[in-house]
Nanobody
Framework: QVQLVESGGGLVQAGGSLRLSCAAS????????MTWYRQAPGKQRELVAT???????NYADSMKGRFTISRDNAKNTVDLAMNVLKAEDTAVYYC?????????WGQGTQVTVSS
């Protein structure tokens, strides 16, 4: 079992920045890929960014150049630095961990960008 707790969400003006953090606990050694997703009201959940154990990253096109995912394997955390935020970035952001065949989710953290 893996438990994930997100933090760092909040209200920010357009053009501003936020940094989200996801802390993992439990059977940490089983985790390989960690991913940030988001879900805006009335929309499907979408991938934001992924990072593997080795540090390989992948971003959704609309986040490239604005968002940066990073991972601290010693602290069991994954951060998402978000810059030049736009109103359309408003969503609940979720942390996901893949461990073999299993997928674990955090409870989500709300990010609201005011225009």
């Amino acid at each position: 079992q893996v438990q994930l707790v997100e933090s760092g969400g909040g209200l920010v003006q357009a053009g501003g920045s936020l940094r989200l953090s996801c802390a993992a606990s439990g059977v940490i050694s089983s985790i390989n890929t960690m991913t940030w997703y988001r879900q805006a009201p009335g929309k499907q959940r979408e991938l934001v960014a992924t990072i593997t154990t080795r540090g390989t990253t992948n971003y959704a096109d609309s986040m490239k150049g604005r968002f940066t995912i990073s991972r601290d394997n010693a602290k069991n955390t994954v951060d998402l630095a978000m810059n030049v935020l736009k109103a359309e970035d408003t969503a609940v952001y979720y942390c996901n961990a893949r461990a073999g065949l299993y997928s674990y989710w955090g409870q989500g953290t709300q990010v609201t960008v005011s225009s």
